[in-house]
């Protein structure tokens, strides 16, 4: 029995489809927020002692990284789809090999073997798959980041509020 070419699958074809779609869909359906002007540094770093900032300057820093924040939760929430539309590409990829391969062997184990080494589109599959992960990861750590740092600021303005408070009353009953 001749084996089959499989140059244009067209199940592979729909999913890859269907992964830029997602992708799209992301992007257009979603008002992202836009990247701040950072020229190209990315979100700040906090100073070791966020309590000697002046009061401007503690608002800026809050605002930069608020915007940070939004920025990058827009892009990991990308990621994560196109992460997801990767992954299903190399599912239905390696679901083909599977089936292409179960002929060859009776045992299961040796054809899923094949089946994710068989072709070099399963291999480049997987490194797109691993790219999206590994930026999905990436940008996950730089939002937590960012989310911290104006967390860390928002409660530095909490405490300088919380004190203005105390001062003023105790202006008002010591005349």
């Known amino acids: ?89 190399l599912e239905v990829i390696e679901a083909e090999g599977l089936i292409r391969n179960w002929g060859e062997s009776g045992s299961v184990n040796v054809a899923k073997a094949r089946a994710k080494v068989s072709s070099s589109e399963v291999v480049e599959a997987r490194d797109q798959a691993q790219v999206a992960y590994a930026r999905r990861k990436y940008l996950t750590t730089i939002f937590n980041r960012a989310e911290r740092g104006a967390a860390l600021l928002s409660r530095e303005l909490t405490r300088r509020l919380g004190r203005e408070q105390v001062t003023r009353r105790a202006d008002r009953y010591s005349t």
């Not at 979603?30 to 100073?47: F, I």
């Open 1 to 89: 029995m001749a084996k089959p070419t499989w140059t244009k699958n067209p199940k592979v074809e729909r999913a890859r489809q269907e992964a830029r779609e997602r992708d799209e869909l992301a992007r257009r359906d979603l008002e992202l927020a836009p990247r701040p002007n950072d020229e190209g540094m990315g979100p700040p770093g906090l100073p070791e002692d966020v309590s000697a900032l002046s009061d401007d300057a503690l608002v800026r820093m809050m605002t930069v990284l608020s915007g940070w924040a939004d920025y990058l939760e827009a892009e990991l929430a990308a990621a994560e789809v196109h992460e997801r539309g990767c992954n299903d590409i």
